[in-house]
Structure formats: C-alpha cells, structure tokens
C-alpha cells in the first residue's frame, strides 16, 4: 500500500478509538440537554442517546451503538431537509456525527475497547 507515512499505519487503531471518544461526549452532551427538558419524548430520545453514548465510552458493542446512531443523527437531517435548513450554520455538524458514527459502523471500535 502506498502511504506518505507508512510507519503511521501501526497506529492505524488509534483513530477509529479517537472518533469513538470524541462521538460519546457529544452524545452524551446532548443526552443531558435532553434529559433536562423533561418532557416525555425528550427524556426517552436522551436515555437512548446516553445509553449509547455510555456504550460508546466503554467500547461495548460498538457498532451497535454507532449504528443507532447513525438512525438518529440520519432522522435529525431529515428532520433539517423537511425544514429546509440542510447544510445551514449549526446543521452541518449533524452531518459530521453522522459520519462519524457511520465511520465506526463500518471500522469497528478500534484500540482500548471490549469489543476489540
């Protein structure tokens, strides 16, 4: 494989574990935002978020976690096209979580993770 760096490539674990870390402190940021509204749809759609965010943390079933993710982050850009605000100031970065997550889908968990 050609590679600008190729001795970086040992470290190719490093990433996947960084974007799983960085994932599940937005998450479960925005779980506590949820949670604290009180209302009945909020606190379940933020339990769900937390519950993910934790099992994020851990490195536990990862890419199921990520890919509940990837529905919710999926359902909230619908949600932004629907209100024609797509790739508005502040929506975009729904569009880099859902990558994000869909990234560790796809890679898996990466280093310092029980699934790994």
Avoid at 59 to 87: D, E, H, P, S
């Amino acid at each position: 494989m050609l590679s600008l760096f190729p001795s970086l490539l040992t470290f190719s674990l490093i990433a996947p574990f960084l974007l799983r870390i960085v994932l599940s402190l937005v998450v479960l940021h925005f779980a506590y935002v949820h949670i604290m509204k009180r209302q009945h749809i909020a606190v379940i759609f933020g339990s769900i978020q937390a519950i993910s965010g934790f099992l994020l943390a851990l490195g536990l079933f990862t890419q199921a976690a990520a890919l509940i993710l990837v529905i919710i982050f999926g359902l909230l850009m619908v949600k932004q096209i629907i209100n024609k605000a797509f790739l508005s100031d502040g929506v975009n970065y729904y569009l880099l979580l859902f990558v994000i997550a869909l990234s560790l889908v796809l890679s898996g968990p990466g280093a310092f993770a029980f699934d790994y």
